[in-house]
């Protein structure tokens, strides 16, 4: 599996940012997908994930509401549609593919990551 994220930049807080995982080798399809964020001096947080045909999603409290996790299995890309961010939404942003099928928020549960995408997101 090797996993591919893309989509980060930096933006004012209240807009918008799309960020993509594509796995090239199309081996993460029957496998849940999660993103993850580590902001400098914090631990690797869990932010969204998605089961592997997408009928199941899971998201972390700071993030209900804003942030959309979908998946594209033809493409075999899963997409974190990020609205009104924040300032402390800032973070490298990570994608994994879990051991399993489901929408996991433990880190444990994901077994490859891919590089991460920088957010910075200016007050």
């Known amino acids: 599996v090797q996993l591919q994220a893309s989509g980060g930049g930096l933006v004012q807080a209240g807009d918008s940012l799309r960020l993509s995982c594509v796995d090239s080798?199309?081996?993460?399809?029957?496998?849940?997908v999660g993103w993850f964020r580590q902001a400098p001096g914090k631990e690797r947080e869990f932010v969204a994930a998605v089961s592997w045909n997408g009928g199941l999603t899971n998201y972390a409290d700071s993030v209900k509401g804003r942030f959309t996790i979908t998946r594209d299995r033809a493409k075999n890309t899963v997409y974190l549609q990020m609205n009104s961010l924040k300032p402390e939404d800032a973070a490298v942003y990570y994608c994994?593919?879990?051991?399993?099928?489901?929408?996991?928020?433990?880190?444990?549960?994901?077994?490859?990551w891919g590089q991460g995408t920088q957010v910075t997101v200016s007050s």
């Open positions: 994994a593919s879990a051991r399993s099928s489901g929408a996991s928020s433990l880190r444990e549960a994901y077994r490859y």
């Open positions: 080798r199309r081996t993460f399809s029957n496998n849940g």
